[in-house]
């Protein structure tokens, strides 16, 4: 029988007239959760349905663990720049065409590392979208918790080598090591495609606010990492040293997250909310409901939109543009302008709108494109502060519109992030909330590269 529906006041209703008593029932409670949403933390509340409680907040803490995990590894890369271009990238060759050819890599390190991770995460946030829908209407057999947990292993098993070759000495053979490297960095983003992809997709069968904890991880991961940044500025370690503690540091986070998914499967308040699907595992049965991924589509497509733009705009600016806007006066010394009014300014704005959704919720998810849209003004007035005089102008010379408009674009960015992302399952029926969730995590991603892209031109 085929289920087609329709949404009436942000709501599910069923557009057949011989759906069965099951299906209507289950599209009326998916219609309640999708309204009690918005209005109260899942967390603690266990008045609806015997909800068990998700005691001392702990799906929630692993989700936000999870958020962290699975962008550490990639950021760590990035933190690391110098360790590659000023240290084990930096060395006279005897061979001219050899040091012609060395040089030309260190110089555009960054962009064949950008290239080799945006690409495979792409294509395997995609191929993991299409193999969990595909994997719910029965035709394969994939399960989320199984390709999660090899997910991680991959990352970490990537990272270890990653710390071996920070270890062995690599100046008799600088190219190897730099294919080595790009190597190592597409394969970490192929497995990490898998896991962001799952990942949200497992939170999106929970309560929207614990899509919000992974946006959350994400964005303390970032706080985590320009800490770090200044830390190792401040006290100027060794740049093999600072590399190691860097990379095993990801290696920590990671073995953290493998090892917090798996108290997941024994957790009543996760079973409570994924006991279809483990039922339907343990019997190797397909699951009952067929989703109709245009339906899919259709209903949450808007969301996917917001999510879409949001990130878009914000990889355009951050960090391309915004790290390359110079000081015009701040009391700021100059090496710590950028590491703080920056990074450190937007990571934790980003973090605060993140929070922002536990206590108020505006505007409602139909008009949420209004605000993702009006934040392309942030990219006229970026380039407009000290970023390329010669080119632009400079019409907002003052610091502090700098510093001001960096902490706003930040905190838009969580704020709206979080809700596109925890609006988009509740468009559709329960059962179909994983896909949803994992197709705007494949929207999040294709935001970032169109960004990244786009950014080149600026």
Same mark, same amino acid.
């Given at each position: 029988?085929?289920?087609?529906?329709?949404?009436? *006041?942000?709501?599910?209703?069923?557009?057949?007239?011989?759906?069965?008593?099951?299906?209507?029932?289950?599209?009326?409670?998916?219609?309640?959760?999708?309204?009690?949403?918005?209005?109260?933390?899942?967390?603690?509340?266990?008045?609806?349905?015997?909800?068990?409680?998700?005691?001392?907040?702990?799906?929630?803490?692993?989700?936000?663990?999870?958020?962290?995990?699975?962008?550490?590894?990639? *950021?760590?890369?990035?933190?690391?720049?110098?360790?590659?271009?000023?240290?084990?990238?930096?060395?006279?060759?005897?061979?001219?065409?050899?040091?012609?050819?060395?040089?030309?890599?260190?110089?555009?390190?960054?962009?064949?590392?950008? #290239?080799?991770?945006?690409?495979?995460?792409?294509?395997?946030?995609?191929?993991?979208?299409?193999?969990?829908?595909?994997?719910?209407?029965?035709?394969?057999?994939?399960?989320?918790?199984?390709?999660?947990?090899?997910?991680?292993?991959?990352?970490?098993?990537?990272?270890?080598?990653?710390?071996?070759?920070?270890?062995?000495?690599?100046?008799?053979?600088?190219?190897?090591?730099?294919?080595?490297?790009?190597?190592?960095?597409?394969?970490?983003?192929?497995?990490?495609?898998?896991?962001?992809?799952?990942?949200?997709?497992?939170?999106?069968?929970?309560?929207?606010?614990?899509?919000?904890?992974?946006?959350?991880?994400?964005?303390?991961?970032?706080?985590?990492?320009?800490?770090?940044?200044?830390?190792?500025?401040?006290?100027?370690?060794?740049?093999?040293?600072?590399?190691?503690?860097?990379?095993?540091?990801?290696?920590?986070?990671?073995?953290?997250?493998?090892?917090?998914?798996?108290?997941?499967?024994?957790?009543?308040?996760?079973?409570?909310?994924?006991?279809?699907?483990?039922?339907?595992?343990?019997?190797?049965?397909?699951?009952?409901?067929?989703?109709?991924?245009?339906?899919?589509?259709?209903?949450?497509?808007?969301?996917?939109?917001?999510?879409?733009?949001?990130?878009?705009?914000?990889?355009?600016?951050?960090?391309?543009?915004?790290?390359?806007?110079?000081?015009?006066?701040?009391?700021?010394?100059?090496?710590?302008?950028?590491?703080?009014?920056?990074?450190?300014?937007?990571?934790?704005?980003?973090?605060?709108?993140?929070?922002?959704?536990?206590?108020?919720?505006?505007?409602?998810?139909?008009?949420?494109?209004?605000?993702?849209?009006?934040?392309?003004?942030?990219?006229?007035?970026?380039?407009?502060?000290?970023?390329?005089?010669?080119?632009?102008?400079?019409?907002?010379?003052?610091?502090?519109?700098?510093?001001?408009?960096?902490?706003?674009?930040?905190?838009?960015?969580?704020?709206?992030?979080?809700?596109?992302?925890?609006?988009?399952?509740?468009?559709?029926?329960?059962?179909?909330?994983?896909?949803?969730?994992?197709?705007?995590?494949?929207?999040? #991603?294709?935001?970032?590269?169109?960004?990244?892209?786009?950014?080149?031109?600026?």
């Amino acid at each position: 029988m085929g289920q087609n529906y329709e949404l009436e *006041n942000g709501s599910v209703k069923p557009n057949d007239q011989d759906l069965t008593d099951i299906e209507l029932k289950k599209i009326e409670l998916a219609n309640s959760d999708s309204e009690k949403g918005e209005k109260d933390k899942f967390i603690n509340n266990s008045s609806m349905m015997n909800v068990p409680i998700d005691k001392k907040k702990f799906v929630y803490i692993i989700f936000l663990i999870h958020g962290i995990g699975n962008l550490m590894p990639w *950021n760590m890369y990035i933190t690391a720049g110098d360790y590659y271009t000023v240290y084990k990238l930096n060395i006279n060759m005897t061979d001219p065409s050899e040091n012609d050819q060395l040089r030309h890599y260190r110089d555009k390190f960054m962009s064949y590392a950008s #290239i080799s991770s945006q690409i495979p995460n792409l294509l395997f946030n995609g191929l993991n979208l299409f193999l969990a829908y595909y994997s719910t209407s029965g035709s394969i057999r994939i399960e989320l918790w199984k390709l999660i947990n090899f997910s991680i292993i991959a990352n970490i098993a990537v990272m270890i080598f990653t710390c071996v070759l920070v270890v062995l000495d690599t100046s008799t053979w600088p190219l190897k090591f730099f294919f080595l490297t790009i190597l190592s960095i597409i394969l970490l983003n192929i497995s990490n495609g898998f896991y962001q992809n799952s990942i949200y997709g497992a939170s999106a069968k929970l309560p929207p606010v614990y899509t919000g904890a992974v946006i959350f991880g994400n964005n303390i991961c970032g706080v985590i990492v320009s800490v770090v940044s200044i830390f190792t500025i401040f006290i100027s370690p060794n740049l093999q040293y600072a590399a190691f503690l860097y990379f095993f540091s990801s290696i920590i986070i990671l073995v953290a997250c493998l090892i917090t998914f798996r108290q997941l499967r024994n957790n009543k308040f996760y079973r409570f909310y994924t006991q279809g699907e483990q039922d339907d595992s343990t019997s190797g049965k397909a699951p009952a409901v067929r989703p109709s991924y245009m339906y899919i589509l259709k209903h949450c497509g808007e969301q996917c939109l917001n999510v879409f733009l949001t990130f878009f705009v914000t990889l355009i600016l951050f960090p391309a543009v915004l790290s390359n806007i110079k000081q015009t006066g701040t009391a700021f010394d100059s090496s710590y302008f950028s590491p703080i009014c920056c990074y450190l300014n937007f990571n934790v704005s980003a973090v605060i709108g993140n929070i922002l959704p536990n206590y108020f919720i505006w505007p409602k998810a139909k008009h949420l494109w209004i605000p993702v849209v009006l934040r392309l003004l942030f990219i006229p007035f970026f380039l407009f502060c000290n970023f390329k005089p010669a080119r632009y102008g400079v019409y907002f010379a003052n610091d502090l519109y700098f510093i001001l408009g960096t902490f706003l674009m930040g905190l838009s960015h969580g704020y709206l992030s979080s809700l596109g992302m925890m609006n988009a399952p509740k468009t559709v029926a329960k059962e179909h909330s994983q896909i949803a969730g994992q197709l705007s995590a494949f929207c999040l #991603i294709c935001g970032i590269c169109s960004g990244v892209t786009f950014s080149m031109l600026l």
